[in-house]
């Protein structure tokens, strides 16, 4: 039996097994301008890793290898088993104190470059490598591609429905090698796919696609196309000839080629721990290294995560297999093409902390159990067993998969770079996983994300996580499905099933997960979404800045004493009897349901900010000992919503406040570098019609008119229509605004308030596309809205 583990059990072990190294009586040292032939001492150091993990294995001691200043590039991965790391043995790897040690799985190319065209360079690769990933000066540049690459587009950095067009495909003498990248159809991700010829109508000839459980259809708008050498058109981009060993390079305004450093990933992983349930690798930890270079992994093999809408690559730059108690902290993972860390089936008691994760090409860290570990798994959102065949005994039938793990003070940001299906933490028939006190920002997807029921437990406490969903769509900062043993994609199936057979709600969800005290921002989406079955859940003292929380087709949901900033609860296709509580939460505006025939448990004893929405409320017979009551934060600019002192209605209630100065990270460093979420300014009134909130085209929007709102947009003045929050996530203005905008100009026309908006827009032919001016980030910014966009 697996016993849960508290933050603080996970975190004494793993500072435990950091100190026992002092003690310890042998000690090497590793640089590139060692060898391995010397003794591995601080004068005569080894060159390699591996060098000095082969002397280590010959001692039962406790062993440190201090790596030395430099750049080790590997040829092949580092291979951990349970000969480095045992019961009476721990084995630590690390930066010397004050020195910078970076594990690569890169090359250096030496090239001789001459011109090819006005604005292209070219030089031959010798000895020929095969390579999809190119770093200047250890920036990644990116493959030639359709459309070029725009920082400010929504989607792939930019996309277009001509991308794949028979007019543009047969302009490509020869695009066998490119790649194909597209979103979902409804934007639950995306696909990717690697151009295997065309036909003579300019079809192109694909293999791939299968990054995605959910096949629901490419989008037809957002396409983009790389590795095509005549869309070789823009500077940063680069085009690889493998046939002729060729490089093709389009420099960046200023750059110096011949003085430039360019590398090249050659390795998926850079660090494997290879054990077993029966036989783990144990006390084994990296500390204060840099790990880069990996290559991008989208077109590997993957499976899918049971019946989530999530595929995945078992693998990353780090993957722990069969450990016990070992970890990284203090690390540095940056420029990786795929995932980042990776736990894979049995691991326990092992720690990733204090470690800064960004410029990743997929997912961040990942818990993946073994499917053959679940009952009666399926997995595709159609496919369900038969309950004539389930298996109807509660619980994992092995114990191969990942539990009492902790993920503690990582900042983890800008991943995602080539893949959309992936998340900062990722949770995936595992138990008890603890991830506190992370901060979580620019996403495509979710910042935490939980595939399924199996087999919970998890605590999710203390993070940051924010500008999330930023390329996607239909999610939340964070999400989670549920569709296990009970879930049947045919709803009124499902209701038999549950009303039935209750048992087998809970037989996978064994656990309670617990969400506490955290800060959510979702600008695309919602804050917290469970989605599809997602069943015993406690969520409380939670502060959601923007998108509210939403509960769908689950049990046993308990949500209370969080903070709804502008938003509100949204239950959607609710079952009868599921035994889900609603209470004693703030709550800004009507709530949002999708076919509720009941309540739940409970659905009461919440502060209402405004008479329409408790109104809105009692009419579907919820609320009856809920309150409509001004809420007055502290000073909500600086990111303080406690409630003040004077609003004891809502603390009689049963409301109360807690902590809101802890979330994400807390290493010194770390908190210098982390950026910190836009506060929300509420708009609280008595009643709402009398703020000129009105709803537009799925946004709530009103005048600026208030010296908080000029203080929270950054503004000038008390003039513009101030953006206050999304209220319809499919909205046809989503990839357009953001909470906290200010709208200055419609067309060419000043837009000074609401009145002159809609003078404007009624003014303007709709047909045809239209600038606006918004204000955003302390600067005017034009976008476009599209003709036949706005209702």
């Known amino acids: 039996m697996v016993k849960k583990l508290t933050a603080g059990d996970l975190l004494l072990f793993f500072l435990l097994g950091l100190a026992s190294p002092v003690l310890a009586q042998k000690t090497y040292f590793v640089s590139p301008g060692g060898q391995d032939r010397n003794n591995g001492s601080q004068q005569f150091p080894f060159q390699t890793v591996e060098r000095a993990k082969e002397e280590a294995r010959k001692t039962n001691e406790e062993v440190v290898i201090y790596l030395l200043e430099g750049v080790y590039r590997l040829a092949d991965p580092l291979i951990f088993t349970p000969e480095d790391g045992m019961n009476d043995k721990s084995l630590t790897i690390r930066s010397y104190p004050g020195e910078k040690a970076i594990i690569a799985g890169g090359i250096l190319l030496n090239p001789t470059w001459e011109s090819h065209t006005k604005e292209i360079m070219k030089t031959k690769i010798t000895p020929p490598v095969d390579f999809d990933m190119l770093l200047v000066n250890g920036e990644i540049r990116h493959l030639a591609r359709y459309p070029d690459y725009d920082p400010a ?6 996309t277009s429905a001509d991308a794949t067009s028979p007019d543009r495909v047969k302009r490509w ?16 991700g995306d696909f990717h796919y690697r151009i295997t010829g065309k036909d003579k109508k300019g079809n192109l000839q694909l293999e791939g696609g299968h990054q995605n459980n959910r096949q629901s259809g490419l989008s037809v708008q957002n396409r983009m196309v790389e590795n095509i050498f005549e869309e070789l058109d823009a500077p940063g981009e680069w085009y690889y000839d493998q046939s002729g060993s060729t490089l ?58 049971l019946r989530s809408d999530w595929t995945i690559y078992r693998g990353g730059a780090v993957i722990f297999e069969g450990t016990e108690n070992c970890g ?5 993972l940056h420029h990786l093409g795929g995932n980042a860390i990776f736990f894979s089936n049995y691991n326990r008691n092992s720690i990733i902390s204090g470690s800064h994760i960004t ?33 109807r005994t509660a619980g994992p039938k092995t114990n191969n998969y990942p539990a009492n793990c902790l993920v503690h003070d990582n900042l983890i940001y800008k991943i995602g770079l080539f893949e959309k299906q992936i998340t900062g933490i990722e949770l995936s028939m595992c138990r008890f996983i603890t991830i506190s006190h992370n901060s979580v920002y620019d996403t495509p997807r979710a910042g935490i994300n939980i595939s399924e029921g199996t087999w919970g437990g998890h605590v999710i406490e203390y993070n940051d996580i924010f500008d999330t969903v930023k390329e996607t769509g239909d999610h939340g900062s964070f999400n989670s499905w549920g569709r296990d043993r009970f879930w049947h994609p045919d709803y009124k ?22 969400i506490r005290n955290n800060r959510f921002r979702c600008d695309r989406g919602w804050d917290i979404d469970l989605d599809d079955g997602a069943s015993n859940y406690r969520i409380y003292n939670n ?14 949901r308990v949500v209370e004493n969080n903070i709804l900033v502008n938003n509100t609860f949204h239950p959607h296709v609710w079952f009868e009897n599921s035994g889900d509580v609603f209470t004693r939460n703030i709550v800004m505006s009507p709530y949002q349901p999708i076919r509720v025939q009941e309540w739940g448990a ?11 929405s408790y109104k809105a409320a009692r009419e579907n017979n919820t609320d009856e000992h809920s309150i409509v009551c001004p809420v007055n934060f502290r000073n909500p600019e600086a990111g303080d919503y406690s409630i003040d002192n004077q609003s004891t209605e809502v603390f009689r209630i049963g409301f109360q406040n807690f902590d809101m100065h802890r979330f994400g990270v807390l290493s010194p460093r770390l908190r210098q570098l982390a950026r910190t979420p836009k506060m929300s300014l509420p708009v609280i009134t008595k009643d709402n019609a009398g703020t000129g909130v009105i709803s537009w085209n799925g946004w709530h929007i009103k005048n600026l008119e208030t010296l908080g709102e000029r203080s929270a947009t950054g503004m000038d003045a008390e003039r513009g229509v101030y953006v206050v929050t999304s209220i319809a996530f499919d909205n046809p203005l989503r990839d357009i605004l953001q909470a906290n905008d200010v709208i200055l100009k419609f067309g060419n026309k000043p837009v000074n308030n609401l009145s002159e908006l809609f003078e404007a827009i009624g003014k303007s032919n709709l047909k045809t596309p239209q600038e606006i001016i918004i204000f955003r980030n302390q600067r005017e910014n034009s976008v476009t809205i599209p003709g036949n966009t706005i209702r």
């Open 173 to 188: 003498k020869n695009p066998v090698g490119g790649y194909l990248h597209a979103m979902h159809a409804h934007d639950w």
């Open 359 to 391: 410029q990743i090409g997929a997912s961040a860290i990942c818990f993946v159990g073994d499917p053959e570990a679940v009952r009666s798994p399926a997995f595709e959102y159609g496919e369900f067993v038969s309950l004539e065949e389930m298996d």
């Open 493 to 514: 199936i499902m209701c038999d099933i549950v009303a039935n057979e209750p048992s087998l709600i809970p037989a996978d969800a064994i656990s309670t997960v617990t």
């Open 543 to 556: 502060l959601c800045l923007n998108g509210g929380i939403k509960l769908r087709e689950g049990f046993y």
């Open 602 to 612: 409970e659905t009461d004893y919440n502060i209402f900010t405004d008479s329409l």
């Open 328 to 332: 990284l902290t203090n690390c540095f």
């Open 248 to 305: 093709y390079y389009y420099p960046v305004p200023g750059e110096d080629v011949h003085n430039a450093r360019f590398e090249v990933p050659q390795l998926k992983h850079l660090i494997e721990f290879r054990g077993t349930e029966n036989n783990p690798v144990k006390n084994i930890f990296f500390k204060d290294i840099t790990f880069t270079q990996t290559t991008r992994t989208f077109m590997e093999t993957y499976e899918p995560l």
């Open 153 to 158: 587009a929504v989607r792939f950095n930019g």
